[in-house]
């Protein structure tokens, strides 16, 4: 069984956050833990400390891009083999490539390939941060556009997309045969949001798993922090 964490590191902005968090990495012993809006505006202080943890549990980084909003880290001591890595971040240029990074490995003698991905949430580019320096609309464009020339094998996308379940990126999704985790959850889960700070109940954060995956395996899916925000 792989266990896949995936966490907004931005909402760890104090103490009793990062405790919470880095006591749920100790309780899970997860083998893969993503992370979103990594490394921009994240407290030095608490970044250091989560990194610290990680080199001591085994997990290694995997993303090398400069600035990236995303990190994959991998527990080296569970999986059979790491394939390659960033054979879909490669397809995207600079600034394009720091919202996405990934990884191809054998688990339990199972080729996966994991993408994580992080979608800007603002459509106009006045709304530029320091994390954000992109649209939606063109990191969709983009990702839409590169993700289908490229041969994955049982792939796993998983991300902050900044969009509700409904949104037109499903297709992309469907195109791959990758199907909505949650919708294979109890219906507690399904409609349940992790965002709420638009006015809007959606769950952005979501994990699309290859067909091929769901039929051979089971999903055990569990919200780790019921908070205002994802």
């Given at each position: 069984?792989?266990?896949?964490?995936?966490?907004?590191?931005?909402?760890?902005?104090?103490?009793?956050?990062?405790?919470?968090?880095?006591?749920?990495?100790?309780?899970?012993?997860?083998?893969?833990?993503?992370?979103?809006?990594?490394?921009?505006?994240?407290?030095?202080?608490?970044?250091?400390?989560?990194?610290?943890?990680?080199?001591?549990?085994?997990?290694?980084?995997?993303?090398?891009?400069?600035?990236?909003?995303?990190?994959?880290?991998?527990?080296?001591?569970?999986?059979?083999?790491?394939?390659?890595?960033?054979?879909?971040?490669?397809?995207?240029?600079?600034?394009?490539?720091?919202?996405?990074?990934?990884?191809?490995?054998?688990?339990?003698?199972?080729?996966i390939h994991?993408?994580?991905?992080?979608?800007?949430?603002?459509?106009?580019?006045?709304?530029?941060?320091?994390?954000?320096?992109?649209?939606?609309?063109?990191?969709?464009?983009?990702?839409?556009?590169?993700?289908?020339?490229?041969?994955?094998?049982?792939?796993?996308?998983?991300?902050?997309?900044?969009?509700?379940?409904?949104?037109t990126f499903?297709?992309?999704?469907?195109?791959?045969?990758?199907?909505?985790?949650?919708?294979?959850?109890?219906?507690?889960?399904?409609?349940?949001?992790t965002n709420?700070?638009?006015?809007?109940?959606?769950?952005?954060?979501?994990?699309?798993?290859?067909?091929?995956?769901?039929?051979?395996?089971?999903?055990?899916?569990?919200?780790?922090?019921?908070?205002?925000?994802?």
């Amino acid at each position: 069984m792989v266990k896949l964490i995936l966490f907004n590191i931005q909402k760890l902005k104090s103490i009793s956050k990062s405790a919470t968090f880095l006591n749920q990495i100790n309780t899970i012993n997860p083998d893969i833990i993503a992370l979103t809006e990594y490394g921009i505006t994240t407290e030095s202080t608490t970044k250091e400390q989560i990194l610290k943890m990680f080199e001591n549990k085994n997990f290694r980084p995997v993303n090398t891009i400069e600035e990236s909003r995303v990190q994959i880290f991998v527990n080296h001591t569970t999986y059979n083999q790491i394939i390659d890595t960033s054979i879909i971040q490669k397809s995207f240029q600079r600034p394009h490539n720091r919202y996405i990074t990934d990884l191809k490995l054998t688990f339990d003698d199972t080729e996966i390939h994991i993408c994580l991905a992080y979608a800007p949430a603002s459509s106009h580019t006045s709304n530029f941060s320091n994390l954000t320096t992109i649209t939606k609309e063109d990191f969709y464009y983009h990702f839409n556009t590169n993700i289908k020339s490229i041969n994955l094998t049982n792939p796993i996308f998983l991300g902050d997309w900044n969009t509700p379940p409904n949104h037109t990126f499903n297709h992309t999704m469907g195109d791959l045969d990758c199907i909505d985790a949650t919708s294979r959850t109890p219906t507690k889960y399904q409609y349940l949001p992790t965002n709420f700070s638009t006015g809007e109940n959606r769950r952005l954060d979501r994990f699309y798993i290859h067909e091929n995956l769901l039929h051979h395996h089971s999903i055990k899916y569990k919200l780790l922090q019921k908070q205002p925000y994802s």
